[in-house]
């Protein structure tokens, strides 16, 4: 069965420090990985994917990969009180059509 | 780009009556699109992938007969929870697969209470 684990938190950081959250996973065949946030009441919001090992940037968000170890993680740099929500790990097989497994998701506060 | 609506956002109804939850890809087309549900503090719990034109691949222990998936176009999913019970109270959320795409996008998602 394929699951992802993450650690639950909740996670606390001031405002302007990294936020590192993480994820692992138990399929070896998982080809994709996506982190989401969502916020209480909401729906989740995709912020970056990556499907290959090591670092992917985008903005203040960097996703990491590494497949022999089965980690996935996420730092948020300059940490923002807005960033402060749920954020949700999921893995897939990939290819098109492919269903997500999500993990419970780590529940982030940014302390203004 | 990849806005996906839901309508309605918050539903009402009584207990035995039935729900229809419209799922749109607004600016893609969607060939796969998935509904998932959640209850407060959990985590998505898949129920069904649905693919434009075929019928729905549900979930074990997510009766097919109780949520109706209809997937008519590359850019519109219905789930029609008949007979509903306040058990089935619960956030309804679907998400598309973009034509292309890996990655999935979620709408807003359905809040239904059943009294």
């Known amino acids: 069965q394929k699951e992802v684990e993450q650690n639950s938190g909740p996670l606390s950081v001031p405002e302007g420090a990294i936020a590192s959250l993480n994820c692992t996973y138990s399929?070896?065949?998982?080809?994709?990985f996506f982190w989401y946030r969502q916020y209480s009441g909401k729906s989740p919001e995709l912020i970056m994917f990556?499907?290959?090992?090591g670092d992917k940037e985008d903005g203040r968000f960097t996703a990491q990969l590494n497949k022999a170890s089965q980690y996935v993680s996420l730092l948020i740099r300059d940490s923002q009180p807005s960033d402060s929500a749920t954020y949700l790990c999921?893995?897939?097989?990939?290819?098109?059509?492919?269903?997500?497994?999500f993990g419970t998701g780590t529940s982030l506060t940014v302390i203004p | 780009g990849a806005v996906v609506s839901q309508h309605p956002s918050r539903v009402i109804c009584k207990s035995g009556t039935s729900v229809k939850i419209e799922c749109r890809s607004l600016?893609?087309?969607?060939?796969?699109m998935f509904w998932y549900r959640q209850f407060p503090k959990k985590s998505l719990m898949l129920m069904a992938t649905?693919?434009?034109?075929?019928?729905?691949?549900?979930e074990q222990g997510v009766e097919k007969d109780k949520f109706l998936i209809n997937h008519a176009s590359l850019t519109l999913s219905t789930l029609t929870v008949t007979s509903a019970h306040p058990e089935d109270s619960s956030f309804y959320i679907c998400?598309?697969?973009?034509?292309?795409?890996?990655?999935?996008?979620f709408g807003p998602g359905t809040r239904l209470t059943v009294t």
């Open positions: 990556i499907y290959s090992n």
């Open positions: 999921a893995g897939s097989v990939g290819g098109y059509g492919n269903q997500f497994y």
């Open positions: 399929d070896r065949g998982s080809q994709s």
């Open positions: 998400s598309a697969e973009r034509r292309g795409g890996y990655e999935q996008y």
């Open positions: 649905s693919n434009e034109g075929s019928k729905a691949t549900y």
């Open positions: 600016d893609f087309q969607a060939t796969t």
